[in-house]
């Protein structure tokens, strides 16, 4: 029997980082031929990830450009991806996630007549705005997808209430999982660990949807925490301008806080794995952290992950500076608080999703 190609999309580090496990599940795989394509839509980043799962791409598109609109790499990228489908010729594209990787890798498999299949489906927060893009992406690929891989049931849900055919969704966890816990197991946590006597707040803020007057107000709660005296905080700081200008004139030069360039993938693994405490706007951190056992502060007013939520691992506190010192300075302070955040068990998955996946997509190609 002739092997049955699958071309899987990659673009940005998020995505790299989740559907690693699942090139590797489907390279093993005797009945595939696994093919990678990457867009770049994030260059360095993505090329770190890549790196370190061992994986080179078959076809590169290159696409990144310096202060690029969406607009400008959209167009971008659906000229320079159409050409690559007609010359791969797949039996089933792949991606995962929300970019507009994700988006464009969709519509171009639409317009070529290709089964397309969606890694992490079905997430959603009912606002087109929120996230921006990111919620209207998925909306999308929503609707052209032939196979969706949902994380939760939450998601299937959610995919169902859009009239999508039950027989399409399956429930398979989140392959974030499979990839953290191959990761943690080959890093050190002791590089990060903060001085004697204490706590290393860890921080991830870059979403475009608090840009502007919300973004300061999470400066100015990042500040008020780190002017407590007995934490260390760690901000991996993203190169957008609007967050690197905001957090550099809030942040910059006080002793308890240390910004530096975005972490490649393991170290922001070793970083969470010595950390005791997280405050993101980044959907993969909300997966990750229960995993190991971290609490998670939501800096966004909505969430497509509210399972995380509902299971007590992760609170939503948005953009609001009082709201965020508050909440972390109870975790700080409450030993029981604390507690019932970090033993939470992770209602994302269990290390075995990509297995899933790969053995769903066998039975659509036999």
């Avoid at 990457?38 to 598109?61: E, K, N, S, V, W």
């Avoid at 464009?104 to 969606?118: E, K, M, N, P, Q």
């Avoid at 990750?288 to 939520?309: I, M, N, Y």
Wanted: glycine fraction near 6%; charged fraction near 25%.
């Amino acid at each position: 029997m002739s092997k049955r190609r699958v071309l899987v999309v990659i673009g940005t580090r998020p995505e790299a980082v989740k559907m690693a496990p699942v090139v590797h599940a489907l390279r093993a795989a005797p009945w595939a031929e696994c093919r990678v394509l990457a867009t770049a839509q994030h260059r360095q980043m993505l090329d770190q990830i890549l790196g370190f799962f061992g994986i080179t791409p078959d076809r590169d598109l290159d696409l990144m450009r310096p202060d690029q609109s969406l607009a400008d790499l959209t167009a971008r990228m659906i000229t320079a991806m159409d050409p690559v489908l007609a010359e791969e010729r797949p039996d089933v594209v792949l991606a995962q996630g929300d970019t507009t990787t994700v988006m464009v890798a969709a519509l171009c498999s639409f317009y070529r007549r290709i089964r397309f299949g969606h890694v992490e489906a079905g997430l959603r927060t009912g606002d087109k705005w929120q996230p921006f893009p990111e919620e209207g992406n998925r909306a999308i690929v929503g609707r052209l997808a032939d196979v969706h891989f949902a994380p939760t049931e939450t998601s299937r849900q959610n995919l169902l209430r859009e009239a999508v055919p039950a027989s399409s969704v399956h429930v398979v966890g989140n392959s974030v999982i499979d990839a953290l816990l191959w990761a943690a197991d080959r890093v050190d946590a002791a590089k990060f660990r903060p001085p004697a006597g204490k706590k290393l707040v860890l921080v991830t803020a870059h979403r475009r949807e608090n840009f502007g007057a919300p973004f300061e107000q999470v400066c100015r709660g990042l500040r008020t925490i780190a002017d407590r005296g007995d934490v260390q905080m760690l901000y991996p700081v993203h190169p957008n301008p609007n967050v690197r200008s905001v957090v550099e004139g809030t942040l910059s030069g006080h002793p308890h806080i240390t910004l530096c360039e975005p972490l490649d993938y393991p170290d922001m693994v070793a970083a969470m794995k010595a950390c005791t405490l997280i405050l993101t706007d980044s959907g993969g951190v909300q997966e990750e952290a229960p995993t190991l056992g971290k609490p998670v502060l939501v800096l966004r007013h909505e969430t497509e992950r509210p399972e995380g939520v509902a299971a007590g691992a992760a609170r939503l506190v948005g953009p609001d500076c009082d709201r965020i010192v508050a909440a972390a300075t109870e975790l700080l302070e409450d030993a029981a608080a604390y507690r019932a955040m970090a033993t939470v068990q992770n209602p994302y998955g269990d290390g075995r999703s990509s297995v899933a996946i790969e053995r769903i997509l066998q039975t659509l190609s036999s």
